[in-house]
């Protein structure tokens, strides 16, 4: 018994050490401390025992089974959260948002300055929604708040306080296309993927990748900041900076052009001081 308990006490702590690599690494959230403390019947309690056991040097029977249990345990509870277990309490504050009942024939500015990252995406509705995205970082939870009068009206995201332990790395932000938007925002590390929407002259800055697909329409789009940005092959567009372009773009007097037999739709104006790369759809992929 003796040599399987040595061997299960070194599992123990390579499951810990593990957890702690997996929060380094990005893919688990310190809130697992809440989670072990909120069912501290089934954790704490145990591991005081075993410490205490271990402490005494007391390696009989009940040593064995606990040692046993708190290696399920210590398993469970990270795969619990790595697959969003409802149960846990790190999912038990509300991060969801959403307002889907935007004026159609307003115009709307939505404003971001966050120093997490931003996932923005566009759905086949009116409104927005938002959410965390589920990774350790230093961004509280977001909340919006609108403007009722004037034009554009504004659509502003921030954080709200939020424990240091259930902080994360960023938002999913979701606009609908059925209404029109004007864009303003500041992020890093973030995706930002533009498709099937009409915009107003906007801007984005930060850092991350960019997607302008075929069904964005938009006259003109400022960038500001390292971004890595894929075109789709059927939106025509022209680039005025000084930026990295496939060869197969043409360097005319207005701008780098992806399509040199089609007037541009879109015309991108790339910052003095930003580092940005541009690829055709399919070299992006």
Same mark, same amino acid.
Request: proline letters at 3%; aromatic letters at 14%; charged letters at 20%.
């Given at each position: 018994?003796?040599?399987?308990? &040595?061997?299960?006490?070194?599992?123990?702590?390579?499951? !810990?050490?593990?957890?702690?690599?997996?929060?380094?690494?990005?893919?688990?959230?310190?809130?697992?401390?809440?989670?072990?403390?909120?069912?501290?019947?089934?954790?704490?309690?145990?591991?005081?025992?075993?410490?205490?056991?271990?402490? +005494?040097? !007391?390696? @009989? $029977?009940?040593?064995?089974?606990?040692?046993?249990?708190?290696?399920?345990?210590?398993?469970?509870?990270?795969?619990?959260?790595?697959?969003?277990? =409802?149960?846990?309490?790190?999912?038990?504050?509300?991060?969801?948002?959403?307002?889907?009942?935007? @004026?159609? /024939?307003? #115009?709307?500015?939505?404003? !971001? /300055?966050?120093?997490?990252?931003? @996932?923005?995406?566009?759905?086949?509705?009116?409104?927005?929604?938002?959410?965390?995205?589920?990774?350790?970082?230093?961004?509280?939870?977001? #909340?919006?708040?609108? %403007?009722?009068?004037?034009?554009? +009206?504004?659509?502003?995201? $921030?954080?709200?306080?939020?424990? %240091?332990?259930?902080?994360?790395?960023?938002? @999913?932000? &979701?606009?609908?296309?059925?209404?029109?938007?004007?864009?303003?925002?500041?992020?890093?590390?973030?995706?930002?993927?533009?498709?099937?929407?009409?915009?107003?002259?906007? $801007?984005?800055?930060? %850092?991350?990748?960019?997607?302008?697909? #075929?069904?964005?329409?938009?006259?003109?789009?400022?960038?500001?900041?390292?971004?890595?940005? $894929?075109?789709?092959?059927?939106?025509?567009?022209?680039?005025?900076?000084?930026?990295? %372009?496939?060869?197969?773009?043409?360097?005319?007097?207005?701008?780098?052009?992806?399509?040199?037999?089609?007037?541009?739709?879109?015309?991108?104006?790339?910052?003095?001081?930003?580092?940005? =790369?541009?690829?055709?759809?399919?070299?992006?992929?």
């Amino acid at each position: 018994m003796i040599k399987y308990i &040595n061997s299960i006490k070194i599992f123990i702590f390579s499951i !810990i050490a593990v957890q702690i690599a997996l929060y380094f690494f990005g893919y688990l959230r310190p809130s697992i401390i809440y989670d072990y403390i909120d069912f501290f019947p089934f954790t704490i309690i145990p591991a005081f025992i075993y410490l205490y056991l271990n402490i +005494k040097k !007391i390696t @009989n $029977r009940i040593y064995f089974y606990l040692s046993i249990y708190l290696s399920a345990v210590l398993l469970l509870f990270p795969i619990a959260q790595i697959f969003d277990a =409802k149960f846990l309490t790190t999912y038990s504050f509300p991060s969801y948002l959403e307002n889907r009942e935007l @004026n159609k /024939d307003s #115009e709307y500015l939505l404003v !971001i /300055d966050t120093s997490g990252s931003i @996932n923005l995406n566009t759905f086949n509705e009116t409104g927005y929604t938002a959410d965390v995205i589920d990774k350790p970082g230093n961004i509280g939870y977001p #909340e919006a708040v609108e %403007t009722l009068v004037g034009e554009p +009206k504004a659509v502003l995201f $921030r954080e709200i306080q939020t424990s %240091t332990l259930l902080k994360v790395a960023g938002w @999913n932000v &979701n606009i609908g296309n059925k209404n029109m938007w004007q864009l303003n925002l500041i992020s890093f590390n973030s995706e930002i993927n533009l498709d099937n929407i009409k915009l107003n002259d906007s $801007r984005i800055a930060g %850092t991350g990748s960019i997607f302008l697909g #075929e069904g964005l329409e938009v006259e003109e789009l400022k960038i500001n900041g390292n971004f890595e940005v $894929r075109v789709s092959e059927d939106l025509a567009v022209v680039v005025i900076g000084k930026v990295e %372009t496939p060869a197969s773009w043409i360097g005319a007097t207005i701008g780098y052009l992806n399509q040199a037999d089609e007037v541009y739709k879109l015309k991108i104006i790339v910052e003095d001081g930003s580092d940005v =790369k541009f690829y055709d759809e399919e070299e992006g992929s």
